[in-house]
């Protein structure tokens, strides 16, 4: 089987979350688009989600209880596929940390990684974790505070190497704009200190090969100054001039197709695609967490997609979180959940 | 006279720029909105401007010389009115930096400042200075690194203290979003230490008369955290606890009216006004440079504002610089002047 015709994994998240209505509330909204997937999840804990969705006297919409991953391509639009990879979860309540849940939803990421590694599934859309709930399960989960550790962790052992000779960066994307990352979740005091000539070299490496992938063509990727006018040829900082442009001319020689560093305040606007428009550039690189996601979410988050890059297999996720506030309510936008696994389509298709 | 019948000024900016063609152009769109205004420039650089926009055969915008503001109110619409406080200037080659130039330009600054804090005009819009010609016309002119300073040490020397005793932030406005920032042209690491109990404050009581005179009541000021996910609770940096926040409680002893500080990247898109909504907040106080601008002019730059917030005069510019590339071509944008020109209005009307 080509690998696009390999089923897509949905990992169900946290469930306590919302993770399991917004995988209802997609097949509702756009069952065609749901074909050839499956939810590594459970299946009481989606029927109790499929059930918030049918009105009175309704009947919810059907969830079933696969076998092997064969049966995927089989399953019609309108019902949803479950592959119960774990022992059945006792369905925690609405927005409580639970430890089982924690546990269970981390065994259902490590479980779509093998699947996808091994070649059985073309990539995997994950449903939001909750920190908490990770941390309440134990080890092995408790060790990871996210996706990108836990899939980082499953390419290495696959790949028998080191976690750290797999640099993952991530990628927040929507219909407009596409922005690379070279660190995330660190103070910006430390995210200055990480840009460093071999991050910000493997950033622009990273992203030229996954986008490549998914282009088709080499992708005009932007780099973001990481002071305000790009430091003004010195005058508001030097990371510039001592790390940025040096780090630039490697992956030029490399074969990227960059340019910058550019002012910060308009490479976003320059490279936004509004409407299917061309922007000026494929995809923006950004010195740090802020700096990218602020564009990224300005315009609304409901759509807002994330995509782990630098791992030997496809992951997107929606960029939203757990909600625990409103889990179990049906008010969750699927959005976030459609646009993740659209581009998963997009980035397998090569 | 009261306050918002006085006339407003327009500073011609550098005659080398964009300033005097966008002046033109924004009389040309908006004859209306122009009245009671009246550029501090040179009328030999105005008709040279206006007869850019003059097809062949048709005759060139009129430009007048007053003798005094008094006449201003007069002027009727689609006749341009300029007041020659400087001798005259020789025009200077489009897009050339110039001594000459660079001080004409200076001159109108501090003297428009003096207009305006005497009382004889409600506020000055100000086209772009070169800060190269800025500096090539030597003192007192090269001592300032752009309109604010200067504006600042109009101010002190009219009140008599020093340009330090008059805290000036900067504000950023389109029709969507309001931004002040605590910190604007230094590098992200000093921006990092700029970030102290004392600016933050100064920032937040800045931001609340300002905008408290132009509202009518109490702005609803947020206020975005330093570090990703405003330090998620101290887990990537400390600056929320330590300092924003002990800031913030003082400015609510004070009367002000602030919330957060909230995760940055989703600040923004909760303060945007889209097409006349009502957005969470007012006013979104940013920590630093880009962090306010790149949302700012993420739709495109030709709308913003730039207002000098904490000054004894309302001082609103265009978000551009002065385009040598293109100057003399008749392609500039006025839609920031013209937006610049209402906010002025609005700034005034209290």
Sequence with gaps: MSPNRLPILITMGDAAGIGAETIVAAH???????????????VACMRRAAALYAGPGQTALPVALLESLAQVPQVPPGCIAVLQVEPALQPPAWGQVSAQAGAFAGACVFKAAEIVLSGQASAMVTAPLHKEALSAAGLPYSQYPGHTEMLQAAAARRLQCEPAALPVRMMLANAELRTVLVSIHVSLRKAIEAVTYEQVLQTLLVTDRALRSALGRAPRIAVAGLNPHAGEGGLFGREEIDIIVPAMQEATLQGCQVSGPWSPDTVFMRARRPQGQDGEFDVVVAMY??????????????????????????RTSPDHGTAFDIAGTAQASPQSLLQALEMARVLVRT
Excluded: M
Aim: hydrophobic share 40%; aromatic share 2%; net charge negative.
């Design 289 to 314: 967490h802020d700096q990218g996601l602020i564009p990224v979410k300005y315009l609304g988050v409901d759509e807002g997609v994330n995509v782990t890059l630098g791992l030997p297999l496809v």
């Design 28 to 42: 509702l909204q756009q069952p065609e688009q749901l074909r050839n997937t499956v939810v590594l999840g459970d």
